[in-house]
């Protein structure tokens, strides 16, 4: 009888070390390196999507340990994708911290995401938005401002769908669902394609 016991605690034993080993294998596909080369284009919302119950409680658990720890925006998108609840702390936590008026509007994204809708995280975004004046952090922006679906914000935005610089005003469009065929047709006038037969452009 012993000898049976034992067996069952050592297999019990080995199923929850491969169950450890798969969280922690999920984990590093769900948050690669925080480098250009793995973030790029990344996204982990169909692994999100697929993970099975317990492994979405063990997930959630761990991310938002991680995320105590440093701020990295990708686990705060991905606890967002969760629609993690627990989460909401450490989020204001993150957004508390931040110096940065471009993560202040990423955190108060995330927040507002998971509950829906929040007055003050919209108030926050309506606020730091005029504190972004870096081209490329503006134009990243742009999408997490829009998911706030408030017309205040939206009026910010708008202010930029005819900007001079073509990525600006890119950004600024597609972020509100707007058209973007006569800049695109702009930009290419400007840079002399549709002027030139196809077979010259690359002369």
Not at 62 to 83: P, R, S, Y
Not at 132 to 143: A, D
């Amino acid at each position: 009888m012993k000898r049976a016991t034992d067996f069952l605690y050592t297999r019990w034993q080995q199923a929850k070390k491969n169950e450890v080993r798969n969280i922690e294998h999920l984990l590093k596909e769900l948050i690669p390196p925080s480098d250009y080369q793995h973030r790029n284009g990344f996204s982990n919302e169909h692994i999100v999507l697929n993970l099975t119950e317990n492994e979405k409680i063990e997930v959630e658990r761990n991310l938002i340990k991680m995320l105590e720890k440093k701020e990295d925006d990708l686990i705060g998108e991905t606890l967002t994708i969760m629609k993690s609840t627990d989460s909401l702390p450490t989020l204001k936590k993150r957004l508390n911290l931040s110096k940065s008026p471009t993560m202040k509007i990423i955190w108060a994204s995330y927040i507002n995401e998971i509950k829906s809708g929040d007055e003050e995280m919209k108030e926050i975004a309506l606020a730091e938005f005029d504190n972004v004046s870096e081209k490329y952090s503006r134009i990243g922006i742009f999408h997490h401002l829009a998911k706030f679906c408030d017309s205040r914000i939206n009026d910010k935005i708008r202010n930029y769908i005819n900007h001079k610089d073509y990525l600006t005003a890119y950004n600024a469009r597609t972020s509100l669902g707007i058209d973007t065929a006569d800049l695109i047709k702009r930009e290419q006038i400007k840079n002399g394609i549709g002027t030139k037969k196809w077979w010259e452009i690359w002369k």
